[in-house]
C-alpha cells in the first residue's frame, strides 16, 4: 500500500507531524493492516497510528490512580460499603427485554 496524505481525518495538521516512527513487522501482518486501511478509507499510518493511541488511551484509562487524604479515603470506602439503594429506573431497565433478543 503506497503511503499518501490526501483524504487527512482529524484536527491535526499535516504540518504538525514532526516525529517519526519507524517499525518493522511481518508481511502477513503488514498486508491484513493495509487491507483494513483500505476499506476504512485510511492510509496505513492513519490506520495504525488511530488504532494505536485508542489501545494506549485503553491502557493508560484503566491504570488511573488517585490519591485520597485518610478522612476522604474513609468516606470513599464506606461509599463503596454502603448497602444498594433501591433504584426503580434501574429495575425497570432491568426487566424489559434486551433489543437483540
Do not use: Y
Given at each position: 500500500m503506497k503511503e499518501h496524505h490526501q483524504g487527512?481525518?482529524?484536527?491535526?495538521n499535516p504540518d504538525d507531524r514532526s516525529t517519526v516512527i519507524n517499525f518493522r513487522a511481518p508481511k502477513?501482518?503488514?498486508?491484513?493492516?493495509d487491507r483494513?486501511?483500505?476499506?476504512?478509507?485510511?492510509?496505513?499510518?492513519?490506520?495504525?497510528?488511530?488504532?494505536s493511541c485508542r489501545a494506549a488511551e485503553e491502557v493508560l484509562l484503566n491504570q488511573?490512580?488517585?490519591s485520597l487524604d485518610d478522612d476522604r479515603y474513609?468516606?470513599?470506602?464506606?461509599?463503596?460499603?454502603?448497602?444498594?439503594?433501591?433504584?426503580p429506573k434501574l429495575q425497570a431497565l432491568m426487566k424489559r427485554p434486551a433489543r437483540w433478543k
Open positions: 487527512r481525518t482529524g484536527s491535526e502477513r501482518q503488514r498486508d491484513l493492516v483494513a486501511a483500505q476499506i476504512a478509507g485510511k492510509t496505513r499510518t492513519e490506520f495504525i497510528l488511530e488504532a488511573r490512580l488517585f474513609q468516606a470513599f470506602v464506606d461509599l463503596l460499603d454502603a448497602p444498594v439503594q433501591p433504584n
